[in-house]
């Protein structure tokens, strides 16, 4: 039976940590966060993040905006943000509307107050294995739980199922960045049961349940990221827990693995960057 990389513990631990970190802070850190819409998971999602830097003493303020508002007068609020020294950090939730064009919203962040790792400019430095302002949230958070279980990924066949530009890519880039020799899988490839078998880390970004026993080699160390809903509608990951976890060596579950870590990234980021400002303001 596989053990647990459990995300919920190491969260725990983190966060205390970084709380008295934080207490002893006289100016408290600031995340603002900018939300588009009625998207029942992304208001879910805002709210776990806010209550989760409350909790902690970051100070954390939402602005809502309706669906059809208009491309400027988001940018226009995230240049106010860039400009305001009591801002430290800014988050655009995604998905945006579609007529809203994403990139150029999420380039518009200043790349100091980048606390996702999306904008053009932190990109391109991780791509070029330059440290960027902060890392990624999810990949930052799947490598703490790698870290915290002694798990190496130096030499190791890291394969990566999804590309997108929240967690697939970055996340190979930063296994290929810890000396792995990465395959990244999509929609698109051929015989996925082959390659995933020759996996010695599976990371698997999805969205749908795909994952199943005889697609993993016994060994295999895997990370599940999906969120989506199993056939009688209970959260669920990409990977079928019950059977995998007889053949992997470590398994993160859904709940209680990623997600948490990724939450904890993003108030590791918040704090960071906060520290940065600090700094260069002396
Ligand atoms: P996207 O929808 O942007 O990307 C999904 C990726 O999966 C795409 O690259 C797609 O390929 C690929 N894909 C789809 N179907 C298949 C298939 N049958 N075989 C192989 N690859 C496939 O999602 P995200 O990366 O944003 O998120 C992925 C999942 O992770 C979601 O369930 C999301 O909710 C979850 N998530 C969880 C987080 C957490 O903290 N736990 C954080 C962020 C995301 P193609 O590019 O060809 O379309």
Same mark, same amino acid.
């Given at each position: ?10 969260? *725990?631990?983190? $966060? ?60 226009? &609020? ?61 990949? &930052? ?10 798990? *190496? $990924? *130096? ?5 990566? !199922? ?21 395959? !990244? ?16 880390? $599976? ?14 080699? &016994?060994?295999?160390? !895997?990370? *599940? ?53 600090? &700094?260069?303001?002396?």
């Amino acid at each position: 039976m596989a053990i647990i990389l459990d995300g919920k513990k190491l969260r *725990d631990k983190l $966060l205390e940590e970084l709380k008295l970190k934080i207490d002893r802070l006289s100016e408290k850190p600031c995340l603002a966060v900018i939300l588009v819409g009625d998207d029942t998971p992304s208001r879910i999602y805002v709210n776990n993040k806010k209550r989760a830097a409350e909790s902690l003493g970051i100070v954390s303020e939402v602005f809502e905006y309706p669906g059809n508002v208009a491309e400027e007068e988001i940018i226009k &609020k995230i240049q106010e943000l860039n400009a305001d020294k009591s801002v430290n950090a800014i988050l655009v939730q995604l998905p945006l509307p579609e007529h809203i064009n994403s990139r150029r919203v999420i380039n518009s962040i200043s790349p100091e107050k980048d606390v996702d790792c999306f904008t053009d400019t932190n990109t391109g430095k991780l791509f070029a294995g330059q440290p960027p302002a902060v890392y990624p949230c999810t990949p &930052k958070g799947i490598l703490l739980l790698l870290d915290e279980y002694g798990i *190496d $990924l *130096d030499g190791k066949h890291v394969v990566v !199922v999804g590309r997108s530009n929240i967690v697939g890519k970055p996340m190979s880039m930063m296994a290929l960045n810890r000396n792995a020799t990465v395959t !990244v899988c999509h929609s698109h490839t051929k015989n996925l049961a082959k390659i995933t078998k020759t996996a010695e880390v $599976l990371i698997s970004a999805v969205g749908e349940v795909l994952i199943k026993e005889d697609m993993v080699v &016994k060994g295999c160390i !895997v990370i *599940d990221v999906g969120i989506s809903k199993n056939s009688v509608g209970k959260l669920c990951g990409d990977v079928d827990f019950n059977s995998v976890s007889k053949v992997a060596s470590y398994i993160s579950p859904v709940p209680g693995g990623v997600g948490p870590m990724t939450i904890t990234s993003l108030m590791l980021n918040t704090y960071d960057l906060y520290c940065e400002q600090k &700094k260069r303001s002396l």
